[in-house]
Every structure is written in C-alpha cells, then in structure tokens.
C-alpha cells in the first residue's frame, strides 16, 4: 500500500449524527491521530465546539458552500497539512449536511499536489433511520450523500420499528446496493468498519460483494438488490443550492441550468418473500455490467471517456475492473461525475477469473445504451 495519507469524507443530512460520529472516533483509544477539516454553512464555530478531543486540530472553512468555494480551500488546508506530516496519521473532512460530497470527492482525484500525497479512503455517509425516507423524497442532496457512500451509518435506529428500519433499508439499497451499511444508535459503530476502509483505493475498487450481483436476496437482509430503472428527465446535480453565476466548476460539470430540478422518489414497492420490500428508485440507479473475459482497449478507453463526459453530470459514481488481451495486470478505474482516472494495477491472480466489470450509480442513466457499448468493447 502507498503512504499516502487517507481521508476519510464524512457526510450525512443535517442532524443525521456526523458529530456524534466524529466524537466518538476522536474520543476512542485507537492509538491513531486524526486532523479534522470541518465545512461550516454559515455558522461558525459551532461544530468546531462540540467536538471533543485534544489531540486533533481542527481546521474550519467558513467560505460557503462545500460546493462550490470548497476545492480552493480544501485544496490549500490539505497542502498546509501534509507538510506537516507526522504529527497525525490520517483526515476526516466533516461536510455540512447540505453538501454534494462530488467536489470534495473529486478534490482528491484532480489536484495533482493533493492526490500525491493523500488518498480518498472512503465517503461515509450517516443517515438518520427516522427520517430518511422523508428527505429522500425532497432533497436530492441527501439522496446523493446514499448513493455516493461507501459506508453508510444508519443511525437512530432506537426511533424505529423493526419494519420501519426495513423500509428505510430498502430505499437505500434502491440507491446504493453496494455500499457497507451498519445499523447504530448513537452512531456506536466500530471504528474499524468505518475508517481506514480502501474503499477507494484503486486496487480494491470493487468491493462489491458477487453476491449482491446476483438477482438473490437469500444471503442477507442487508443487501437489497437496486433495480434498474430509467426514466427520462433532464441531469440534475442534486446539489440542491442556488449558485450565482460567479463560480465555476473548472471539470465538475455540475449542470445547474434549466434542467436542475429535485429528484422525487416515486418508490414502488414490491413485496418479496419474508415480507422483504424492494423498492425502484425511479430517478438514481445502479447498472452493473460484466463481460467475462477481455475487452478491448482501443475500443473501451475511448467509449468510457466518451460516455463519462456526456453523462458525467447524471453519472455520480464509476467504478470498473477490466482484463485486457495479453496484459497481466488488471486496469482499474474510478470516477465522479466526469472526472475519472484510471491505471494498470496488480497481476490478476492465477486463481482470479478474468473479467471485465463496471459499475455505475446515477440518475437516469440510459441503462440499454449503456449495457450496449459496453458489450460491443468486448474481445
Ligand atoms: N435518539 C437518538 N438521537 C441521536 C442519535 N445519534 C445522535 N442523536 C442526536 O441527534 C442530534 C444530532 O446529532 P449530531 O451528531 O449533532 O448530528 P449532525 O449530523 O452532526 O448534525 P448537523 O451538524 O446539524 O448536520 C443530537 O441531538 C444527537 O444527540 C441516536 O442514535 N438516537
């Protein structure tokens, strides 16, 4: 592994329990020293105050909007810190509750100085369990802040019923059925299943279970299969704020023109056996693709970078594992939006089957089209 520092990005709806979070991995004896990035909306100092623990510094952005002023300040924090290496051994970037975690994501993909010295670990998104379903359905941002998480802390599950936590469940996975979740109160989750977690680390992109790519729902509760869907609407950045026409998103493409609209989840439900609910999330889908065997480079490389700028803004997550005729080592990339990166990785394993995988999480995605250019990549 490199020894790059991680971060971790830290995201959830106002009151969800980022700071109960962040507290309790402040306070816990994990021999570990953590610098902490907070983005306050307006109010100064406020979380800065109720978070505990001595040995961390904590930085403040009050500049705005995580998305939009953010890169420039996040990007200058982050060179501040690292020359300072030694005195802690990993980030944690608080956003504010409203924030499209994609910028802060993407910071650590397209600053050349930040992506040298640091690496994205993981996107941990908290949601409460009492209100999710609510917000999921008026404000896109909290339902960006599910589908780009890794790790997902549904939390308060103590104001919930058993069937009202499956529920809540289920929307998320109609979202996001690759992401960790853990079930909390108080946010007491193990530390190690949130930090430190390589879910974006390019050599284990796909930490996606084979299992949850099966059309099965035997193997655990947790793991609702997202459905695909598509519908048509126009791209929507999700980011849910109004932006003047004074900042620019140099590569973001976040699309606030007359297409930026709220997403509402008109879920259907579909009763499975052991009374199981799946729900459609009509706007944000997963497509996940495998070939199995090599695809061809010349004619994959141009059609993913084709495709990643003229989806980009409805495409919130990629991820992809390929096998390239006659090459050892696996390619594997990444991307936000229509950021990506991509490179040769490790040998594939003489036990490891050689495929070719890719995944999406966005909204609208033209699944068929899709499914159809990548297929037509194939060796
Ligand atoms: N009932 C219940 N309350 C909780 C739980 N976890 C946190 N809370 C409370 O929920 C409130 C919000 O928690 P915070 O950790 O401040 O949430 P946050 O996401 O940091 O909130 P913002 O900074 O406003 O976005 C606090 O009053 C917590 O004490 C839980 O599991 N159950």
Not at 231 to 238: A, R
Request: charge should be negative.
């Amino acid at each position: 592994m490199s020894d790059k520092i991680p971060v971790t990005v830290l995201t959830g709806y106002l009151g969800a329990g980022k700071t109960t979070l962040l507290n309790r991995i402040l306070s816990e004896e994990h021999g570990r020293r953590y610098a902490v990035i907070v983005n306050e909306f307006g109010e100064i100092g406020i979380d800065n105050d109720l978070i505990v623990g001595a040995d961390e510094e904590v930085f403040e952005m009050n500049n705005g909007c995580v998305c939009c002023t953010v890169r420039g300040d996040l990007i200058r924090i982050i060179e501040g810190l690292v020359k300072r290496r030694g005195r802690f051994d990993a980030i944690i970037v608080e956003t504010t509750g409203l924030a499209d975690p994609a910028p802060v994501a993407q910071t650590f993909f397209v600053d050349k100085d930040v992506s040298d010295r640091t690496r994205l670990d993981a996107v941990v998104t908290v949601a409460d369990a009492r209100w999710l379903s609510d917000r999921l359905k008026d404000a896109p941002e909290a339902k960006n802040q599910i589908a780009f998480a890794d790790v997902i802390v549904l939390n308060k599950t103590d104001l919930v019923t058993a069937g009202e936590l499956a529920e809540v469940v289920g929307r998320i996975r109609a979202i996001n059925p690759y992401a960790k979740l853990h079930k909390t109160q108080r946010a007491a989750v193990p530390l190690s299943d949130v930090l430190e977690q390589n879910a974006f680390d390019l050599d284990r992109i796909l930490t996606l279970e084979p299992a949850l790519l099966e059309e099965d729902d035997a193997h655990d509760h947790d793991h609702h299969h997202g459905h695909d869907h598509h519908h048509e609407h126009g791209p929507d950045c999700g980011c849910g704020h109004h932006h003047g026409d004074d900042h620019h998103h140099e590569h973001a493409n976040h699309d606030h023109g007359p297409g930026h609209s709220h997403a509402h989840s008109h879920a259907h439900t579909h009763a499975h056996g052991g009374g199981l609910k799946h729900y459609h999330d009509e706007h944000m889908q997963s497509v996940s693709i495998a070939i199995p065997g090599d695809v061809i480079p010349e004619k994959f490389l141009p059609w993913i970078n084709d495709l990643v700028q003229r989806e980009g803004p409805s495409i919130l997550r990629s991820k992809g594992i390929l096998s390239f005729p006659a090459e050892p080592r696996r390619f594997v990339f990444q991307g936000v939006h229509m950021i990506m990166e991509g490179d040769l990785q490790r040998d594939w394993k003489p036990d490891e089957k050689r495929e070719s995988r890719i995944v999406f999480i966005g909204r609208d995605l033209d699944e068929a089209a899709i499914r159809e250019g990548f297929l037509a990549c194939a060796a």
